[in-house]
Structures are given as structure tokens and as C-alpha cells.
């Protein structure tokens, strides 16, 4: 399969299985319920899709119902994928992200420079690189964010739920119009972040040649052979 | 406590005010209040039997539009029963005594009366430079408050202004001005009840509850009674059907707008906004801002001054633009920016990679130009270096 498409001109490779199934499925998850939120948001934010006038449709209704289960996705991915970074194997645990080891720490430089092309390759890594580890931390904190603003947001409507006990984080986000402006910023970071991640996992598989693109797809990265496990 | 039991119907009816309006003014206390029209009865005798609450009203850092709403209602209704349910002991602007004369009759109805009178508080209180940009008979404002709150059995403060500092607290808030429950800590009971300016049915209906049960309405965390703060106004809007059809005003004037379509898209800030407006109205029923096509702007809201603003706008700009820079604007030409400069640094990287792949290949002609990760020296051991680099070519 992938493997030997790979495996067949780039010699010595060879395919590592680096994401489990779980860290794959969470990640599409997130992937695809935000592409959800963010073209449902942005048409709460300023409907563009309009009830043709004289009708009686539901159409803002709906968007906002489909924003709601597309919340619930996204939520509870997220939330599944940081109880793994503690559960799950290695590659998916939070130490790739936050860089404790001394060793991480040093190639995080190496990896930036290697990135403004300062230096001819990146230090070997199996799993994240030091560098795009961080980034994660960050954009995990993002999705925070974007996790209690849209509760506290939710919590406006809901008298009488259980969801109304959210109504405790309007006052830190300076009321439900603050909770409205940060939710909307943070959801053109996470887009000016997507490009970001699109483009680079584009650019490093073709410049690094080890199927980085693919990996979040089969699981599998293609490394040369003494790439040792602890080169995290 | 005067006593003033009994006497009420003969005030009443010396106004004009007839038993079936009374009457009629206890069922809206009772509806606005969210309780049984049996209630009606229960109301109408505790206000007819009850002694009346002594009452003081005080004004700091406002506009008078508080009391203007409460005394201009257009029918003798809510403003003349209030009034008649309360024995107004001090009122800067509707009392006869002036100068000394106000001063000593506040003094001595805050002794006669310690801890059974109640504040009604107006505008917000200056903390700026000793308290000296609000002074009334050589006392700053925050000196009178807390002498005067202080003692009281309730204060309700009505307004924005008096609730959480309105419009004199707008940045940069050059008084110092607080709310009172932020300028007066230790308010044994503090009801808030913002907007701008206060409904006069919503304080009726707290000072009707207050006579009738003998303790005040439920609150939220900021004070403000449930019944008239418990929901949004998107939440209870007349005109919440074309929002969630899609129908919206685009632009003043247009056709949606002379259809009554809703405000959403032209700013409205009603479904961030908690306060009764759709159900109650304004002068006794007659219209309210959305029910006239224009937007809420949230003036019941904490800061709304600074946080509602631009009133015709969706949200507040970013930090360091323009206040009416479009946030979607700005955050396309960012994503923008940023898909291009990755496809920039890829064709660079791209670029590089083939042009040293192609002089190396002149130099040394080996079989097979290295293409993978090539020898990486500081952190690697030499024969995992090595290793690599053979793995990699
Ligand atoms: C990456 C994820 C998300 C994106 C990109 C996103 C995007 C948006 C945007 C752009 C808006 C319109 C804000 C405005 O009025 O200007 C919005 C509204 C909202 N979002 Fe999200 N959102 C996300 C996640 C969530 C989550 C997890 C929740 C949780 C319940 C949520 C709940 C809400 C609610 C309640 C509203 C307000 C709806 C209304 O006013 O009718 N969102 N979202
Ligand atoms: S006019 Fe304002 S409050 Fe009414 S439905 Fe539209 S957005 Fe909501």
C-alpha cells in the first residue's frame, strides 16, 4: 500500500506507524466540524444566507441549530484528544507538545531556523517536531477559548437547562458581547492558523520527503531506519 | 412611619385615580411581576393596608432622566400611585425645601427612620480626586452614599449610571465614577435596575412587590431582579420570527426595514441585552425602540457605552484600528497574508532545494542526487549521522 509507493524510490525508508487511531479520528473530527462552525459562525455573525423574502423559512434557525451539534463535535474531540495526550502511547502524549526535555528544548531553535532557512535540515523527529509541538500547545489554548466563549454564548438562551450554568463565565469575557467579539476573533486565528498548518504539512512532506501529509491519514510516517523512538 | 393607612383611596381619588384604574394597575404590577392574576387582590389590599415605606431619593452624576421618566408618565397611573405608596421624605428635584432646609430634612430622616428606609439611587458616584467632581452641601457625593446607604434597609439603584457607573464611567472614566454597589460595599439589600433610563413600571413593580410580600424580588448575579432582567430581549422580541427566517434590514429606509424585518444586521444588541422592553414597553405601552425600527443598543448592559459601541455595528473593532474597522475584513487579508507567504516560502524552499540538487549533481555527479533530509551535526551521534546520511541519499 502507501508503504511501498513510498518505500519504492526513497530507498532506505522506512514507514513508522507515529499517529494511532485515535489521535486520527479526533484530528478530523476538529477538522471538519470546524470547517462547520467557522461557515455557520461567520453567517451568525453576518447572515448571507438569506430567506427569500415574503417566505417563511427557519434558515437562521437552522444554521445556528447546525452550529450547535457542530459544537458538540468539536468539544468533545477536543476534549478527547487532551484526555489522550495523557492516556494514550507516546506520540500522542503532551509531551510532544510541551517541551520539557532538555533535547526538545534545544531543537525547537533548530527546527526555527532550519524554518527561515538558516540552517540545511530539521533536527530529526518522529512524531511532532519541537517546534509545530508548541504551536499546538497554542492553538489547544485557542480552541479553549473558543470552547467557553461559544458556552458562555449558548448559556444567554438557556433559561432553564443545565447549559445555563455556563452563565458564571459571562462576567470574565466582560458580558455576552465580549464572549461575541472574542469568540469571532479567535475563530479568523484559528482560520489564519489552518492555512498555516494546510500549507506547512503541503510543504514539509514534499521538502522533507517522509510523508508527513499522509501520515494523519494511514498513521504512518516513512524515516530512516536508526530514526531512534526517542528522537520524539 | 407616617401613618397613612386608609388614607390612600381618598389620595388616590383626589387625583382622579378611580378603584377599577387601582385595581387595574395591581393586575399589570402582578403580570409584569410573573405571578397569578390572583395576586391582584393580595397586591391591591397590601398597598391600600400597608404602611408606607419612607423613601429617599438621591441624585449624583446624572442626567435627571431617571426621574424624568418615572415623573413624566404621560397617564396618572404608575408615577402617581408610586408616589402615593411612598412617603418621598427627600427628592432634590421634586420636593419643596431647598438648601439647608433639604439638608436637615435628609439628616433627620435618616435618624428617624435607621435601617427601615429605603435609597433610591440616581447616577453613578465619583471617586475621582477625593470625590470633589459631585458635591451637595459640601459633602462629596461617595460621603453622602455611604452615610446615606449605609442605614438603609434596601437602595435600589435605577439607571445604568447609578447601577454600574453608565455613562460618566465610559473610558476613560475621567470622575473615577462607580456604580454604587462598586462605591458603597456592604449594601444590606442593593437591587439594580439599569437601563437608560430606568423602566418606571420596572421600579414600581419592585417597590409593589417589596409592600406586598415584605422582602425584595429574586436577583441575578448583578443585582438585577429576575422578572424584569431574566431574559434576553432577542429572546422575547416581536420581531424574533424574521431572524430566525433569515429576513433582515440591510440598510435604514430599505424595504425590510419598512416591513419591520429585524435589526440584527443594522447593530441590535438585543440578544446580548437582558431587560423586559419587548413585553413592557415605554410610556405605559406605546412603542419601544425596536418596536419603532431601530436597533438595541444594549443600554441596560454594564459599560455599553464602551462595550455596545458602534451602535450600528455587529461588534466592536479591534485594539488599534479604526473603531469601525470590519474585524472579517482585517481577518481575511490576515489569512491572506498568511496563505501567501507560505506559498512563498515554498517555492523559495522548492527553488533552493532543485538548484543545489543541480549543482550537485555538476560537482560530483554521483549516481543519485541526495534528495532526503541531508547530514544533520550537532545533535546526532556520528554513526547515526552517518547512518542517516546514508539512509537519506
Ligand atoms: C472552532 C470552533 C468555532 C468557530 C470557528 C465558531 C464560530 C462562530 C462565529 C463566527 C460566531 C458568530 C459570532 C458573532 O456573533 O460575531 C459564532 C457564534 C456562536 N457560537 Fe461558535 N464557533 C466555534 C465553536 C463553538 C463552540 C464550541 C460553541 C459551544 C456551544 C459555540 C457556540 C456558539 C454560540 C452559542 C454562538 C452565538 C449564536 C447566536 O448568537 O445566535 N461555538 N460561532
Ligand atoms: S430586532 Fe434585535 S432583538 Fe429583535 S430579533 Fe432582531 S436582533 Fe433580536
Known sequence: MAAEAHGAHEGPLVPVYVWDLVVRLTHWAIVLSMLVLTVTGIDIARPFLHGASGTAGFITGYVRIVHFYAAMVFSLAVFARVVWMFLGPRRSGWRQFVPVTRRRQRDLIGTFLFYIMLRPAPP????????????????????????????????????????????????????????????????????????????????????????????????????????????? | M?????????????????????????????????????????????LETKPKPVLVWLEFQDCAGNSESFL??????????????????????IMAAAGHQAEAALAGTIKANQGSYIVVV?????????????TIGGKSALQIAREVCGGALAVISVGTCAAFGGLPAASPN????????????????????????????????????????????????LNRPLFAYGKTIHDACTRRAHFDAGQYVEQFGDA???????????????????????????????????????????????????????FYAHLTGIPGFDAAADIDKIGLYATAAVAATFTAHGLVQLGRRTYDRRKQAGA???????????????????AADAAQKGAAS
Open chain 2, 72 to 93: 413624566r408618565a404621560s397617564k396618572p397611573t404608575a408615577a402617581d400611585i408610586i408616589l402615593d405608596l411612598l412617603s418621598v421624605d427627600y427628592h432634590e428635584t
Open chain 2, 2 to 46: 407616617r401613618e397613612a393607612v386608609a388614607t390612600l383611596r381618598q389620595e388616590l381619588e383626589g387625583r382622579g385615580i378611580s378603584r377599577r384604574d387601582f385595581v387595574g394597575f395591581c393586575s399589570g404590577v402582578a403580570a409584569l411581576l410573573g405571578l397569578p392574576r390572583s395576586v391582584s387582590a393580595q397586591i391591591a389590599q397590601a
Open chain 2, 256 to 310: 425590510g426595514h419598512r416591513v419591520g424585518y429585524c435589526l440584527y444586521k443594522v447593530g441590535c444588541k438585543g440578544p446580548v441585552t437582558y431587560q423586559n422592553c419587548p413585553n413592557v414597553q415605554w410610556n405605559e405601552g406605546t412603542n419601544w425602540p425596536i418596536g419603532c425600527g431601530h436597533p438595541c443598543i444594549g443600554c441596560a448592559e454594564p459599560y455599553f457605552w464602551d462595550r455596545m459601541t458602534p
Open chain 1, 124 to 232: 530529526p523527529a518522529v512524531g511532532h517536531n519541537p517546534l509545530a509541538g508548541l504551536t499546538y500547545v497554542a492553538v489547544f489554548g485557542l480552541y479553549a477559548v473558543m470552547i467557553l466563549t461559544g458556552f458562555a454564548l449558548y448559556s444567554v438562551s438557556a433559561y432553564t437547562s443545565y447549559m445555563s450554568m455556563w452563565q458564571v463565565l459571562l462576567p470574565v469575557f466582560h458580558g455576552p458581547q465580549g464572549a461575541r467579539w472574542l469568540h469571532h476573533v479567535v475563530m479568523w486565528l484559528l482560520l489564519g492558523f489552518g492555512v498555516h498548518h494546510f500549507a506547512s504539512a503541503l510543504l514539509t512532506a514534499r521538502v522533507e520527503k517522509n510523508g508527513t501529509f499522509d501520515s494523519i491519514f494511514s498513521g504512518y510516517k516513512f524515516l530512516p531506519r536508526d530514526r531512534k523512538p526517542d528522537d520524539a
Open chain 2, 174 to 221: 475621567p470622575t473615577g465614577a462607580l456604580g454604587v454597589g462598586e462605591a458603597v460595599p456592604g449594601i444590606r439589600t442593593l437591587i439594580n435596575l439599569p437601563a437608560c433610563p430606568v423602566n418606571a413600571e420596572n421600579l414600581t413593580a419592585v417597590i409593589a412587590y417589596f409592600i406586598t410580600f415584605g422582602k425584595w424580588p429574586a436577583t441575578d448575579r
Open chain 2, 364 to 382: 560530483t555527479a554521483p549516481p543519485d542526487p541526495p534528495s532526503g533530509p541531508p547530514a544533520e551535526p550537532p545533535d546526532t551521534t556520528p
Open chain 2, 122 to 134: 440616581e447616577g453613578s458616584i465619583p471617586t475621582g480626586a477625593g470625590g470633589a467632581y459631585c
